[in-house]
């Protein structure tokens, strides 16, 4: 089974985890996207180490992993909704052809901090409406993705914590293992637990992570351990995107602008950067905007072009 999560524990080693595997809904992100392989797989390996992260930290609601980049990308967007769902997208720099060759194997520090000025924020936006947002923004530290992770999480968790990534055109997976406190109950004579556990996950390949089942990577990796075993969670792609939030970021693009694309075309037309749905607003769909309350929020993360 892909395209779905699956927890597991280490009880002697004191070291749980859980790995992630997706084919048809990673299809969706990259279906929609025209992008370099390096830049596409990088997407990839953000999707599955989000979707690990989401599943890790005890919090209910939605997940944002964002890269602010000053290399050939722009953006790299990740969000987890707490349904098993995400979405994902990327902007490249402004005259960066998103048909130009970037080898695959380009680590993503060479595609978001080719200057050293890249960011990494991670967003938590609470389920209940009203509660207060979280966001972490700290400066990018390290060559891949997965050291990027490990690094925010030693930093911002403070748990030991070790990923493995890996994407290509068609499938996407991960592994995600994090040592627990030794204390309550936990056998202290297995003391190479957490170095043995994390040897076992570097032997994991690139071919394998990308090729296989959570239920199969957990098999190779830990058959001599002694592991438990969650349910497999279903994973899907969807977007969140909605007429009702796409009226709300004109709202707050403001009339005057919006009366400025409007002398020049009939409509307005905004493509969601996530799933490129088209919405169409005509004079008097604008007019209607203006009409009502102040716009009080928008979705800051879709943030669509607006093509005129
Ligand atoms: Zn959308």
Not at 12 to 30: D, F, T
Not at 109 to 118: C, E, I, P, R
Not at 181 to 199: A, C, K, N
Not at 252 to 277: A, H, K, P
């Amino acid at each position: 089974m892909t395209d779905c999560l699956q927890r597991f524990l280490i009880r002697p080693a004191a070291v749980r985890g859980e790995v992630v595997s997706l084919s048809a809904a990673w299809r969706e992100v990259v279906d929609r996207h025209v992008l370099p392989a390096a830049v596409r797989d990088r997407l990839g390996e953000l999707v599955a180490a989000a979707l690990l992260l989401a599943a890790t930290i005890k919090f209910d609601g939605t997940l944002i992993l964002q890269i602010h980049g000053d290399g050939p990308v722009a953006l790299y967007v990740v969000e987890c909704p707490p349904d098993g769902s995400f979405r994902a997208t990327v902007r490249m720099r402004d005259g960066v052809d998103p048909a130009i060759s970037i080898p695959a194997e380009t680590p993503l520090s060479a595609l978001v901090n080719a200057n050293g000025g890249g960011r990494f924020a991670v967003t938590l936006e609470p389920r209940e409406r009203g509660q207060p947002v979280t966001q972490g923004i700290v400066p990018f530290e390290g060559e891949t993705v997965a050291q990027v992770l490990e690094n925010y999480m030693a930093r911002s968790e403070q748990i030991p914590t070790r990923l493995w990534l890996a994407a290509n055109a068609t499938l996407a997976g991960g592994v995600l293992i994090q040592r627990l406190p030794t204390q309550g109950g936990l056998p202290v004579e297995d003391t190479d637990g957490w170095p043995r556990i994390q040897h076992l996950g570097d032997t994991i390949t690139a071919t394998e992570l990308c090729s296989v089942t959570p239920q199969e990577i957990l098999h190779r990796l830990f058959w001599q351990e002694s592991k438990e075993e969650g349910e497999p969670r279903p994973l899907h792609f969807a977007c969140r995107c909605s007429r009702e939030r796409v009226g709300g970021m004109l709202k707050m693009l403001g009339e005057t602008e919006v009366e400025s694309i409007l002398t020049e075309r009939e409509n307005v037309e905004v493509r969601c950067d996530f799933c490129n749905q088209a919405y169409t607003f005509d004079a008097v769909d604008c007019a209607q905007l203006f009409l009502g309350p102040e716009a009080v929020s928008s979705d800051v993360m879709t943030d669509p072009k607006v093509r005129h």
